[in-house]
């Protein structure tokens, strides 16, 4: 009898793990042929890449785009799953056999949890070496930086010095980690804090000691601007302060992000993009546990009964409503509007009380 739970509980689990993995690889592979039909477009206005080169670049890109969707893949596996236990009526027998909703949603809630922690150990470290190959291969293919480089829809802003006094950068993207920018404005001051001139350039790469800004127009006080094929900006950063200046947070693996959050504090940069985005790596097993609660809660009524598909959608918009939530606070945070743990766990805690409730009401009166 002892070996019945175990027996039951692995068939639970393989249950849970086959929804979410298959709803994970449909969402993939509608992804990857989006992408393909977008890379084969660009390739034919911009560049001669060959069908093999574009196929192994729409892969590059794949793990940061899917990373994102394992929450929701895992609502909907986790609908899916319970669906089909109650379809069968192997729910129903549960019950009956003297199993709570508790006992046969542990086994589920023992996957997402093992998912999520999977994810941010070793599937985000994956991804961000995976996007920095992408931003690479997608410059050689199209001669041009990849539209996944933005980091925001103003640029990235940067406080520098060098020897020859402060400059205010600007950059509307940045590949490579933060050494490589796209669309520069530089705003650049004298030793005495006055205004000195102003540079827009088409691109600009960090060096040893000062920023290579290629195409360049300067503008100085009374005079006309000029063009420069080559200009160059003195600067004290480094290749490791630049990568925490400007490179992207989803370029960035679990595993660096605190180190570069406290390197960047103490060099006096901002570090809500890279909090923000470590706190949700932190909270991504909690989010996935709270999806199968939240599956749970519109998953469990009889076939027979009827109302299946109202409550499904049900399901399906309160999922949409939670990522919708969790993204106006996620914005909040990133503007500094409230603490970056605040942003994060709220929505994931608001949405585990809730299902919790919910369950609780439904199962126990």
Known sequence: ?????????????????????????????????????????????????????????????????????????????????????????????????????????????????????????????????????????????????????????????????????????????????GLSLTSVMAIVFDQNGIFKERIDAKSARLMDGYWKLQDAWVSRPAEEPQQYGTYLLSTYLTPERASEALGSAYATSFWELPGLIEDAEKASLSTETFRIQYALLVARPLLCLAMVLLAATVSLKSFRSGGIQTMVVTGMIGGFGFFLLAEISRQLGLAGLAPAWAAVWLPVSLTMFVSLTVLMHQEDG
Request: glycine content about 8%.
């Open 1 to 177: 009898m002892r070996l019945m739970p175990s027996i039951i509980g692995r068939y639970i689990a393989k249950a849970f793990l086959i929804g979410i993995m298959s709803t994970f690889v449909i969402c993939a592979l509608l992804i990857f042929m989006i992408d393909m039909i977008e890379l084969l477009r660009l390739s034919g206005k911009y560049g001669t890449g060959s069908l093999l080169t574009l196929v192994q670049l729409a892969l590059l890109r794949l793990p940061t785009y899917t990373e994102f969707l394992l929450t929701f893949t895992v609502l909907v596996g986790s609908i899916g799953a319970l669906m089909h236990l109650s379809r069968r009526s192997e729910l129903t027998v549960m019950r009956a056999s003297g199993m709570s909703v508790w006992q046969f949603l542990r086994p589920g809630m023992a996957v997402a949890l093992i998912l999520g922690v999977l994810s941010v150990t070793v599937y985000n470290p994956m991804a961000a070496a995976s996007r920095t190959k992408a931003e690479q291969e997608y410059a050689k293919a199209f001669d041009r930086d990849s539209n996944i480089l933005q980091t925001s829809a103003s640029g990235s802003w940067l406080r520098q010095s060098g020897v020859d006094g402060q400059s205010l950068l600007n950059a509307s993207a940045a590949a490579e980690r």
